[in-house]
């Protein structure tokens, strides 16, 4: 499913995680984790994927470091691709990035999906239901 990226408002598009990893293979652009340190180790982790989170755990407070590590993990000219637990947080961070003046896309789906009839993620949809890459702690 390597779709165009859809038109988003505030941000560059929206794109399907599989067209976010054949944009990674081929340099295209730099993919950031906006997820907490807390969901990285415990869930799961894209390799190579630059970690800047966008809220703080515990309590998700935002990141007062956000833009400065955001600036030194995508090289200049760079598009960068965000990616959340679901697509929501990497919505307004894909936002923040274009106000930097990045051209920011957000990754579809995030990394868990949506929850499913029992209110678990990881079966509808999300960069690990595609088999896309990622490691454990």
């Known amino acids: 499913m390597l779709q165009a990226p859809r038109a988003a408002e505030g941000y560059a598009g929206d794109v399907s995680p599989q067209l976010a990893w054949q944009w990674v293979q081929s340099g295209d652009a730099v993919l950031v984790d906006v997820r907490t340190d807390a969901e990285r180790e415990w869930v799961g ?34 598009q960068v691709l965000l990616l959340c637990r679901s697509g929501v947080r990497s919505i307004a961070a894909a936002r923040r990035a274009t106000e930097l003046g990045l051209m920011a896309y957000n990754v579809l789906e995030g990394f868990e999906g949506d929850p499913d009839s029992q209110a678990q993620r990881g079966h509808r949809g999300g960069w690990r239901f595609h088999g896309l890459p990622w490691r454990q702690g």
């Open 45 to 78: 982790q894209v390799p190579g994927a630059a970690a800047v989170a966008w809220k703080q755990w515990p309590g998700m407070a935002m990141n007062p470091d956000f833009d400065a590590q955001l600036r030194a993990a995508v090289p200049a000219g760079a």
